[in-house]
């Protein structure tokens, strides 16, 4: 198998893994509909940059070193969960009381800005150091033994292109006007749903072994 074949093969797999529902598909498309448009734009940097991490890790051969450090995924794990719990409990108090939702939930009702919404999306991806198990596998899986560096790094960037296109397309998607006007109708429900996953996904991290 050449390397294009094996870059098309990790561009495929990675696309159906990331688009499957989940805390970053609830993350980006709430920040996708603030009324700031950069926020869109940010949350998905915050995503990617998190992708450009774990998927480097692996092709580093960092999960060794992780294992190693047993504390560490541990840590990320725990800070993560608190996080993604809090920015939850927000949702659902800023559900509660009726206001905007997402742009709202942070300095008593300010905006959160880009930068907020670029550590949400980083942190959303990067609080689960299982992820590096994923890259691991799928770089292990598809890239043969004893390639060369150049291959890894085109593993990478791979990875990095599809969750740019894919998180991408879902921000353009939720700011398009039709869907912005639907998803105003259904906000405060949007926010509450969504508030409760992300506090239960931080609480399965901080209880996960």
Do not use: E
């Amino acid at each position: 198998m050449d390397q294009m074949h094996i870059l098309l093969g990790i561009a495929t797999i990675h696309f159906f893994a990331i688009s499957s529902p989940g805390p970053t598909l609830f993350v980006v498309a709430g920040h996708a509909n603030s009324p700031d448009p950069r926020n869109g734009l940010f949350v998905v940097i915050g995503v990617v940059a998190a992708t450009l991490v774990w998927s480097s890790f692996a092709a580093a051969g960092l999960g060794t070193a992780l294992n190693a450090f047993p504390w560490l995924p541990v840590a990320i794990r725990v800070v993560g969960g608190a996080y993604l719990a809090w920015f939850g409990f927000k949702m659902l108090r800023s559900a509660w009381r009726g206001q905007a939702g997402l742009d709202s939930i942070d300095r008593g009702g300010a905006d959160i800005g880009p930068m907020g919404a670029l550590r949400a999306g980083f942190v959303t991806n990067i609080s689960n150091p299982k992820v590096i198990a994923y890259y691991a596998s799928l770089f292990g899986v598809m890239i043969p033994p004893a390639s060369p560096v150049g291959l890894f790094a085109g593993a990478v960037l791979t990875a990095v292109i599809v969750s740019t296109l894919w998180w991408g397309l879902v921000s353009v998607f939720f700011r398009l006007p039709v869907v912005c006007r639907g998803f105003i109708r259904i906000r405060r429900v949007f926010d509450a749903l969504v508030g409760a996953a992300l506090i239960a996904f931080g609480v399965k991290l901080i209880a996960s072994p």
